[in-house]
């Protein structure tokens, strides 16, 4: 039993789910239950291929599947960002000059790099697993996004592939999809469903945030808005 609060609205209420995951995407509503039943659906299935994802104005994402399983996703938006994101939080020794970022920003440089050593199984694991968490969440923000600015959903386009040639692999017991919807339950629980997480935080006013958070905290965001990071740095 999940006790809610209805959005813009003064009283409480009582609704019955059977999952956490059931209670995040009724609560969230139409444009990701959509995606959610094709992502299941794909499981199901055992699909192997990609799912485009697409928007008016925006770069589309790409989902890819083997067997079932999501095993990249990735876009052209802040594609360079988000690679020098996942090397510095899980292989820093791949910033190195040797290694440019901008030069190996794809799931076919990743694989090689295991290959050739440079890089280990978990290391390359958790690099794939955080590509698929960010771009996954980015689609779920604009699904809703598009939803409440003009009452339109995402577009969809599935190609199928022969496994035998999908040069892709599995990751082993890796929730991707819980994680990503927990992650947006915590986000919208802080009032940021309109701010994207590519953005960079701009102070405005530093002397009223100075005021009115911690110490700590204001460092943080100071040094966010000084080193043009964004909120997912």
Known sequence: ???????????????????????ILTLIGLPTNDLNKRIKHYREQQFTGILSVEVVGKDPWYIYFLAGQ???????????????????????????????PSKRASYSDLTKLVMHKKIDRRCFSE????????????????????FQRSKTTLS???????????????????????????SWQAWEELD?????????????NPGELKRNVSPSLFQSLSGLDHKRQTLQD
Not at 84 to 94: A, N
Not at 159 to 176: E, G, K, T
């Open 127 to 146: 690099i794939v697993a955080g590509f698929i968490s960010e771009n996954l969440f980015d689609i779920f923000q604009q699904g809703i996004l598009e």
């Open 192 to 204: 940021l469903v309109d701010i994207q997480p590519n953005q960079v935080p701009v102070i405005v």
């Open 1 to 23: 039993i999940v006790l809610f609060k209805k959005a813009r609205q003064s009283h409480w209420g009582y609704l019955v789910f059977h999952s956490p995951l059931q209670c």
């Open 156 to 182: 969809y386009k599935v190609s199928a592939r022969d496994a035998a040639n999908f040069p892709y692999i599995n990751l082993q017991h890796v929730h991707i999809w819980e994680k990503v919807l927990q």
């Open 70 to 100: 999501i095993v990249w996703a990735n876009t052209q938006s802040h594609a360079k960002e988000r690679w020098h994101r996942q090397l510095s939080k899980y292989c820093p020794k791949l910033l190195n000059p040797k290694y440019n």
